[in-house]
């Protein structure tokens, strides 16, 4: 993450012209600016509209950075990256567990139904498992749990299968709270952060169905009628009804108040985006929204630097970490070895050891302090993406390398993310081409005009506020998934 530093249009005055001969009699008008252009105190946008100098201190730099905040949601690839990580981790690991699903949040399991339920009762946490010990009931929500999971990093109704997916991560791993590796306490945080997010404006099958509406729209016709939207509102909403009133949303006051909210604002977008798409209620839905996206981005940004924080300087009181052969111990351990072989050769390699050992402590204890050096920045960050990997390889925990990978993806530069992106377009487009009578081209006879899809992201411009070297697009309309209603 970079902070842009302001900049103000500076032009230097023409040299060596005669000076002009001024009538004393006439005076410039009250608000003319003088003719020196290094003295304007604001300068005209691309927009029409006009923009406060932002020198360091000035009036213009909280002006300009409020109107950022508010106007758009910021990282839409960085939100993308994180919905699509976290969701595929979970779906995985719900998918490798499958065949141990009772055993582990079931009802075969040694933490058994009557244990969890004093458990939930006693620390007020939410798990719909606890509703019931009925087997139907565990099945039916763990495959909803799957398939939100599933949806969510297609997506497909970002904004309802995102609380579904909170619903599903809190009430699996509430079930049986030591089933996990670390990579779940991660998890379990940012499924409800992605909740406040528009973490669907690019990447996403609503980006994709926002652009055919606004195309469609651009050709004068009538946009193509929801039914699957007021279905999915009106049935999660006697749901949610239903567990209210039999007080099953656990003991704490924020899970009924963000689940109402959510519930609520659905019928609030749907109602000004039917009668009032373009007016001031519509604008100041998008503004909260805005405000609610970037500020959660925000948490995200602040979560993972402390969580490298803190694991860091853990690390540093420990005696093993100072002499540099904390590693040697875990890649010794039968439990941490899915491979024998190349951790006996990483092991008996003492300089080895000593260099992963102290590069861990220094990489971690010094990321935070490098976001606001962009290079330096990404170049950490390429660390610790090797280092999460090293550790699904030579320790075998893959879904917790998986969820930290996707953690640190909020930091990724906006120009590596899209043309990750375009190479995936590109992928694709030659996958399906080999498929006859799969692909055409856009342009080709019987083929509309293309449409922007989740790799497809609309035309670029360039920076502003040096963001990753490109304007990010805005899908205000879909793309952020934004109500149960579609």
């Known amino acids: 993450m970079t902070i842009p530093s302001p900049a103000s249009p500076q032009n230097t005055p023409p040299q060596n012209t005669p000076p002009r001969k001024t009538s004393p009699q006439k005076t410039p008008p009250e608000n003319a ?3 020196n252009a290094s003295a304007r105190n604001s300068a005209e946008q691309p927009g029409g509209g006009r923009q406060v100098e932002t020198r360091p201190g000035g009036p213009g730099g909280p002006a300009r ?21 976290f969701a595929a981790t979970y779906l995985c690991f719900l998918l490798r567990e499958l065949p141990n699903r009772h055993e582990l949040y079931g009802p075969d399991s040694p933490w058994h139904w009557d244990l969890a339920r004093r458990l939930t009762d006693g620390n007020e946490a ?28 297609l997506g497909w109704r970002t904004r309802t299968m995102s609380v579904l997916f909170m619903v599903g991560v809190l009430s699996v791993q ?20 992605l909740v406040l997010t528009r973490c669907a404006q690019v990447w996403s099958l609503d980006a994709r169905r926002a652009v055919r509406g606004a195309q469609r729209a651009a050709a004068g016709l009538a946009p193509p009628r929801d039914v699957v939207g007021p279905v999915l ?13 039999m007080e099953g949303l656990g003991g704490t006051w924020w899970l009924p108040a963000l689940l109402w909210t959510i519930w609520l604002s659905a019928a609030a977008w749907w109602a000004v985006n039917r009668y009032v798409p373009h007016g001031e209620p519509r604008t100041l839905l998008d503004v909260l929204a805005n405000l609610a996206h970037n500020a959660t981005l925000a948490v995200i940004m602040a979560e993972v630097c402390l969580i490298y924080a803190t694991a860091g300087w853990y690390k540093i009181q420990g005696s093993r970490w100072q002499d540099g052969t904390a590693l040697y111990y875990p890649l010794n351990l039968d439990y941490f070895s899915p491979w024998p072989a190349l951790s006996d050769i990483l092991g008996a390699s003492g ?14 204890v010094a990321f935070p302090f490098t976001l606001f050096n962009r290079r330096v920045k990404n ?6 993406i090797c280092e999460h990997a090293g550790i699904a390889l030579l320790l075998g925990l893959p879904f917790f390398s998986m969820a930290m990978i996707a953690a640190d993806a909020v930091f990724l530069p906006t120009v590596f993310l899209m043309w990750l992106g375009a190479r995936v377009t590109t992928g694709r487009r030659r996958l399906l081409s080999a ?15 293309a449409a922007h899809g989740p790799a497809d992201p609309p035309g670029t411009a360039p920076a502003k506020g040096g963001h990753g070297g490109t304007e990010e697009p805005r899908l205000q309309d879909g793309g952020g998934g934004h109500t149960l209603v579609g």
């Open 33 to 35: 600016s003088p003719p």
């Open 174 to 193: 509430n079930r049986s709270i030591f089933m996990g590796d670390g990579g779940d306490n991660v998890v379990h945080l940012m499924a409800i952060y």
């Open 233 to 245: 509102w009106v049935v999660l909403g006697a749901v949610l009804v239903a567990a209210t009133l």
């Open 435 to 449: 498929l006859p009578g799969r692909w055409r081209k856009p342009g080709e006879p019987g083929v509309p005009g």
């Open 379 to 384: 170049i950490l960050l390429i660390a610790m």
């Open 351 to 364: 300089l080895m050891v000593m260099v992963l050992t102290y590069g861990t402590v220094i990489v971690q």
């Open 65 to 85: 950075a409020l109107q950022r905040v508010t106007a758009s949601a910021l990282g839409p690839y960085q939100s993308a990256v994180v919905r699509i990580g």
């Open 126 to 153: 939410f798990s719909v498992l606890m509703w019931t010990d009925s087997t139907v009931w565990f099945e039916a929500v763990y495959v909803l749990t799957l398939l939100s999971a599933a949806a969510l990093m």
